[in-house]
């Protein structure tokens, strides 16, 4: 049996399992008894199902069959597994987990130093825009050169100008195949199903032919968004108007393996706590307050939440005051101060040993053209000391693991304009960011931004952790060694998401081990 024969399998039983899991089984001598034992005994809160979810001791005992040979292939593989990122799954009131949520951290001997928070970078007391023509340029060019430059590293890209002109592009003449660099202006269907793209870069434009026989070509142009950077290779036609496409090159993520910075201990990621609705979950919330002061009867629940240093929040902090149409009618707060007050109080319930990072959203009092700057004095003013308050986007270092904070509004954008793109799994967002390195591509969509002299949404940095928000689902996925977080909500339904058809996921909250990026989600509800 194969690896994929493995997955093949679980997923037909409803699983997802980590692809060292697979192997790993696939190792086996027995796979077929494995699998069914797996499945007949993994806990329904699992979500991924990892090396360390299969009972190797209970299978062989259960069988009755198992070799010492089968044993030492068990224990040689798990020692040579490297730390991924895999996603479990625990009920608040009764939990069952691995080796991985075993307590490495005691903040109580440690106190508060023992939590550093180091802002790389934020908008905040940085914004320079005021909506000129000029800066509108210079936002965009300086998108351009931050991502071409990554993209120039992968191939040797000619400015457009030089292939419209008049003139040989090499030994080959006109079949020579050409590379260049550009931002995508248009992308449009033609009469026969073709994708038109259109390419500019500093020195003019060219349109771009994507034939439908070049499948994977077509599928993957399907995905781009305008004003996405893109490398692309293939032959000028005669006249030298088209550009017949073989090949796609993206500023992507390079290929790297995630390399314990030191770190130890866990970080919670939340969002969307919309403090003031009147479908705030404040019930489940109290829970979760309980739960970071340890006042749990559950051994396993306590060892977690002993483990706690950082609580990292991206965006819509309250529900703030006339958001969209209609808003006053589901406030059970309808002063936007007061809701503060009272996520204050919330907040000053976390106890102080745990550091808080906190982000705006677009229900929050901050501007609302993105990049955002954090909370003003006065909002400031009402939190205890252990909150960090950071912009949207802001890239934080926690004790050497890279965060990049984003509310996530563009998300938005995907979903309309991406075909596989969707709410309940949010994370398919969050790899077309990655892929293209940028937070929030289309200028002029849902997202409205601020033309900065500089494109804060290009990810120039690679964090170890995307943490976003603002769609109220949950959504866990390694994209090449970056750990993708979206960290649901804690509203129930509102009126308007029952009128787009959003089932929200609240009361889920990611916590990661530090030392090894692994994954848990603890249901509150």
Request: hydrophobic letters at 35%; glycine letters at 6%; one cysteine or more.
């Amino acid at each position: 049996m194969s690896e994929t024969d493995v997955l093949r399998m679980f997923a037909e039983a409803g699983y997802q399992i980590s692809p060292d899991a697979a192997e790993l089984i696939a190792s086996q001598s027995s796979q077929d008894k494995l699998v069914d034992y797996v499945l007949k005994n993994i806990d329904d809160s699992v979500l991924v199902i990892d090396v360390d979810d299969i009972d190797f001791d209970g299978f062989l005992s259960h069988n009755g069959n198992g070799s010492e040979d089968d044993t030492s292939t068990v224990t040689e593989k798990s020692a040579e597994t490297e730390p991924n990122c895999s996603s479990e799954s625990f009920n608040a009131s009764s939990v069952t987990h691995s080796s991985q949520l075993q307590s490495s951290f005691s903040p109580e001997l440690s106190g508060k130093t023992a939590n550093p928070v180091n802002v790389i970078s934020d908008i905040t007391n940085q914004s320079t825009c005021v909506g000129e023509y000029m800066e509108f340029v210079q936002y965009f060019r300086d998108r351009y050169s931050k991502l071409s430059e990554i993209i120039r590293g992968r191939i040797n890209a000619r400015p457009i100008e030089s292939l419209t002109k008049n003139r040989r592009l090499g030994d080959g003449g006109n079949n020579d195949e050409v590379s260049i660099i550009g931002m995508i202006s248009d992308v449009r269907t033609t009469t026969k199903g073709h994708k038109l793209i259109e390419i500019e870069d500093n020195t003019g434009s060219l349109s771009v032919l994507v034939r439908t026989v070049d499948k994977e070509l077509f599928e993957q142009a399907n995905s781009f968004v305008l004003d996405e950077v893109v490398g692309v290779t293939g032959m000028l036609t005669n006249d030298k108007k088209l550009l017949m496409a073989s090949k796609f090159t993206l500023p992507d993520l390079p290929n790297t393996n995630f390399t314990n910075k030191g770190s130890n201990g866990k970080a919670v990621f939340i969002s969307d706590v919309h403090v003031g609705s009147s479908t705030f979950l404040e019930d489940e919330w109290l829970r979760f307050i309980d739960f970071l002061n340890g006042y749990i009867d559950d051994k396993k629940m306590k060892e977690i939440s002993s483990d706690i240093r950082y609580v990292v929040v991206s965006g819509d902090l309250v529900d703030g005051i006339g958001v969209y149409p209609g808003q006053d009618k589901e406030l059970s707060i309808p002063d936007v101060y007061e809701q503060y007050r009272k996520a204050a109080e919330y907040f000053k319930q976390i106890p102080e040993h745990i550091t808080v990072i906190i982000g705006p959203g677009n229900h929050d009092a901050v501007r609302q053209a993105e990049p955002q700057p954090c909370f003003g004095e006065e909002l400031k003013s009402y939190f205890p000391k252990n909150i960090t308050f950071v912009g949207n986007p802001a890239m934080v270092d926690l004790d050497g693991v890279k965060v990049l904070m984003y509310h996530g509004r563009s998300i938005d954008d995907f979903v309309a304009s991406v075909p596989h793109v969707s709410y309940q799994k949010p994370t398919t967002a969050m790899v077309e960011m990655m892929k293209f390195r940028h937070l929030s591509p289309i200028y002029g969509g849902r997202v409205s931004i601020a033309p900065e002299k500089h494109d804060h949404f290009v990810i120039n940095q690679i964090p170890d952790i995307l943490h976003c928000g603002h769609v109220h689902t949950v959504g866990v996925e390694p994209y090449k060694n970056v750990l993708l977080i979206n960290s649901g909500t804690w509203q129930s339904q509102t009126e308007f998401q029952k009128r787009v058809n959003l089932v929200p996921d609240p009361a889920r909250v990611p916590v990661v081990d530090l030392s090894n990026m692994k994954t848990s989600i603890l249901k509150f509800n």
